[in-house]
């Protein structure tokens, strides 16, 4: 589907969706967040089949939305796991002290002294490499 995951939250709540009359038949109205506007090209002579169709898509799009937050959550944990295998890479390394915590900040630049000191490194050294940035 080519909706963003903002379009597909409001996509997946019934209250989004509405059927207008034309005069002639019945068409499929729906708000992505800008308000009401036509969703579909299909027009049907009974607003049941209309109904229809937008009760077969409601379902749809939560499924869609759900797959796309489960998939983003788990890139997310697989990502963490890499760095934390890399980081114990660094560890193992035959490297000084200050090396691996220069290679580590590398890695990641967000990381703390003490997530640093966590992994078995020695706090004074630590301590002293991030007075001296």
């Given at each position: ?9 409001y996509l997946s709540n ?22 009401f506007e036509l969703h ?64 580590m900040l590398n890695l ?26």
């Amino acid at each position: 589907m080519n909706f963003t995951n903002k379009e597909l939250e409001y996509l997946s709540n019934e209250v989004n969706h509405k059927i207008r009359f034309d005069g002639f038949e019945f068409m499929w109205f729906a708000n992505k967040g800008n308000g009401f506007e036509l969703h579909s090209i299909m027009k049907k002579d009974i607003a049941k089949k209309v109904a229809a169709i937008i009760n077969f898509w409601i379902p749809k799009y939560k499924k869609e939305l759900s797959l796309r937050v489960y998939n983003s959550e788990r890139r997310d944990m697989v990502k963490e796991v890499m760095l934390e295998v890399e980081m114990f890479d660094i560890l193992k390394s035959n490297v000084k002290t200050s090396k691996k915590i220069e290679k580590m900040l590398n890695l990641s630049p967000t990381i703390t002294a003490s997530e640093i000191i966590s992994y078995g490194l020695p706090s004074k050294s630590v301590y002293r490499y991030f007075s001296n940035l």
